[in-house]
C-alpha cells in the first residue's frame, strides 16, 4: 500500500430497488449513481465512480488520504439479463476499471421489506450450491469474509418505532443464517437523506475496517 494514499475498492451487489445505487451515492457522498424509482433494475450494467478523501485518518502522526473507488453493478435477479449474462458483466468490468480486484463488497438488502426468494437468487452472484455441495462461483471462497450487509431504507424502521436491534431479533431464519455467516457484520442506512455524507462516513468506516482486517487483500473473481 503506498505511504500516503490508501485505495478501497468496493463493488456493489444487490436485487432492483433495494437501494443499492443510493447506497453507492452514500458512499461517495454525491450523486454519482442513477437512482430512482422504477418498476424494474435502473443499473443496466457496471458503472465505476471514484472519490479522494483528504486527510481520511492518521498513521504515524500523518495524515493519510483515501481514495475511494465504487463499482456499481446490475441488479439480480434481473428481468432482461440473464445470471450467467449478470457475471460475466460484472467480472469483465473488475478486471478492466477495478485492479486489483474488490477490496470489500456492500451487498445491499432493503429493511423495509422480509428476506425473500428474490434475496437468496441475489445471493447466487457469490455462489451456488449444487447436490448440496457449496461450489464458489464468481467472487471465491473468501467472499463472506470481504463483505458487509447493508440494510437500505432504514428511515423505514423509524417511522415504525422499530430499532435495529428489534429489526435483526425479529428476521427470518433464513436472514439469520446469511447474517451470521457474515460474522454478523451489518449497517442500516438511510438512502433519502439530503446529507450523503452524514450517513456515509460511518458506512465508509466500517468497510475500511473489513479491507483493514482483510490486510487489503482483494477479492479474485472466478
Known amino acids: 500500500m503506498d505511504a500516503e494514499v490508501l485505495r478501497l475498492n468496493v463493488l456493489l451487489l444487490g436485487r432492483p ?6 447506497t453507492g451515492n452514500t458512499l461517495l457522498g454525491s ?6 424509482f422504477s418498476p424494474g433494475a435502473v443499473t443496466q450494467e457496471c458503472q465505476l465512480c471514484c472519490r479522494m478523501f483528504p486527510g481520511f485518518m492518521r498513521r504515524q502522526g500523518s495524515e493519510v488520504a483515501l481514495r475511494l473507488q465504487v463499482l456499481d453493478t ?12 449478470v457475471k460475466e458483466e460484472i467480472s469483465g468490468s473488475v478486471e478492466r476499471v477495478l485492479h486489483p480486484g ?21 445471493i447466487q452472484l457469490a455462489e451456488n450450491e449444487d447436490d448440496g455441495a457449496l461450489h464458489v462461483d464468481l467472487l471465491g471462497p473468501a467472499w463472506r469474509s470481504h463483505t458487509l450487509l447493508v440494510l437500505s431504507r432504514s428511515d423505514s424502521l423509524d417511522r415504525a418505532g422499530v430499532s435495529g436491534e428489534e429489526y435483526l431479533r425479529q428476521a427470518s431464519g433464513a ?8 460474522e454478523h457484520r451489518h449497517h442500516f442506512v438511510d438512502n433519502s437523506t439530503a446529507w450523503l455524507h452524514t450517513e456515509g462516513r460511518p458506512l465508509l468506516e466500517k468497510l475500511f475496517s473489513i479491507a483493514r482486517h482483510n490486510k487489503y487483500k482483494a477479492l479474485q473473481l472466478r
Not at 446490475?74 to 449474462?85: D, G, N, Q, R, V
Open 17 to 22: 430497488q433495494s437501494g443499492k445505487s443510493a
Open 31 to 36: 450523486w454519482e449513481f442513477p437512482s430512482r
Open 74 to 85: 446490475p441488479a439480480y435477479p434481473h428481468c432482461l439479463l440473464s445470471l450467467e449474462k
Open 102 to 122: 474488490p477490496h470489500v463488497v456492500a451487498l445491499v438488502l432493503r429493511a423495509d421489506v422480509p428476506f425473500c426468494e428474490e434475496d437468496c437468487e441475489l
Open 175 to 182: 436472514f439469520q443464517t446469511l447474517l451470521q455467516s457474515l
